[in-house]
């Protein structure tokens, strides 16, 4: 098993910034990816970017330049340090970690909101 903390978020204007932490805990070296979604009203839940263990990293189309996943081991813990956030970034965020037999964790989600 493992479990995903949350931290961070808030509301911020359009253009501003804001880092998200994801804490992991319990089976962490069964942990091959971890990532973050984001799911906004009326619509489908989106990968936001992604880290694996070998520290490659993946990042949709629409955060590309603007985001950057990033992970230190020492701590356990994923970053998602968001900048020039935009009014359609407004999402509850969910950190994911899966593991390599394929199962998923998620973390409780916290509310990104930037006004314009």
């Known amino acids: 098993q493992v479990q995903l903390v949350q931290s961070g978020g808030g509301l911020v204007q359009a253009g501003g910034s804001l880092r998200l932490s994801c804490a992991a805990s319990g089976n962490i070296f069964a942990i091959n990816v971890m990532g973050w979604y984001r799911q906004a009203p009326g619509k489908q839940r989106e990968l936001v970017a992604y880290?694996?263990?070998?520290?490659?990293?993946v990042y949709a189309d629409s955060v590309k330049g603007r985001f950057t996943i990033s992970r230190d081991n020492a701590k356990n813990t994923v970053y998602l340090q968001m900048n020039s956030l935009k009014p359609e970034d407004t999402a509850v965020y969910l950190c994911?970690?899966?593991?390599?037999?394929?199962?998923?964790?998620w973390g409780q989600g916290t509310q990104v909101t930037a006004s314009s």
């Open positions: 880290i694996t263990s070998g520290g490659t990293t």
């Open positions: 994911n970690a899966k593991t390599a037999l394929a199962s998923t964790y």
